[in-house]
């Protein structure tokens, strides 16, 4: 437990007991919170000059900052988001939503239905109308459903893509087709 003030040597009520109790307590929490941080922080706070309150204060301070900046910079590239053309949807998906799992791990937890309408924002020109379907839809669309759907329209793009041609003219001497 950090005790927030040493004890003062002109306090009539004190005696030199507690006042060494006090410093040796203060050392048992500093060297709990300094055996925490890593190599390079120990040799940052390691010295004297700091009684455990005052460690714990400024870690606190500097690392509850760099927290809060994170937050911000989850949220922004959360919103600043795009994908490509020639990425797979599916895998642009994932990185959204893992994007959206640092702001959950932040305490910043989206509607599942915010996520899958801004998932569907994010699509593309060429999914534009496959997005404008789904906005449509009568029922709530879950995440599970909207990933499931868009793997079977990547899927279905893909084989549409790979058909072969059914019937093209067959070239005979000198470039000519058998029709003409």
């Given at each position: 437990?950090?005790?927030?003030?040493?004890?003062?040597?002109?306090?009539?009520?004190?005696?030199?007991?507690?006042?060494?109790?006090?410093?040796?307590?203060?050392?048992?929490?500093?060297?709990?919170?300094?055996?925490?941080?890593?190599?390079?922080?120990?040799?940052?706070?390691?010295?004297?000059s700091y009684t455990a309150k005052s460690l714990w204060d400024e870690l606190d301070w500097?690392?509850?900052?760099?927290?809060?900046?994170?937050?911000?910079?989850?949220?922004?590239?959360?919103?600043?988001?795009?994908?490509?053309?020639?990425?797979?949807?599916?895998?642009?998906?994932?990185?959204?939503?893992?994007?959206?799992?640092?702001?959950?791990?932040?305490?910043?937890?989206?509607?599942?239905?915010?996520?899958?309408?801004?998932?569907v924002d994010k699509f593309f020109k060429s999914w534009e109308s496959f997005g404008m379907?789904?906005?449509?839809?009568?029922?709530?669309?879950?995440?599970?459903?909207?990933?499931?759907?868009?793997?079977?329209r990547e899927e279905h793009r893909n084989q549409t893509h790979k058909m072969p041609i059914?019937?093209?003219?067959?070239?005979?001497?000198?470039?000519?087709?058998?029709?003409?």
């Open positions: 437990m950090i005790q927030v003030t040493r004890p003062e040597p002109t306090d009539t009520n004190l005696r030199i007991v507690e006042i060494v109790q006090w410093t040796e307590m203060d050392q048992i929490d500093r060297g709990t919170i300094l055996s925490a941080l890593s190599n390079t922080l120990f040799d940052v706070y390691c010295s004297n500097k690392y509850n900052t760099e927290e809060q900046g994170l937050e911000k910079y989850s949220i922004s590239k959360f919103m600043r988001y795009q994908m490509v053309e020639y990425r797979f949807v599916a895998e642009q998906t994932r990185e959204i939503t893992n994007l959206e799992h640092a702001l959950t791990d932040a305490a910043m937890k989206l509607p599942e239905k915010f996520l899958v309408m801004s998932i379907t789904l906005k449509h839809q009568k029922r709530r669309l879950p995440l599970d459903d909207l990933m499931i759907a868009i793997s079977i059914e019937h093209q003219p067959v070239q005979s001497n000198g470039g000519k087709t058998e029709s003409e």
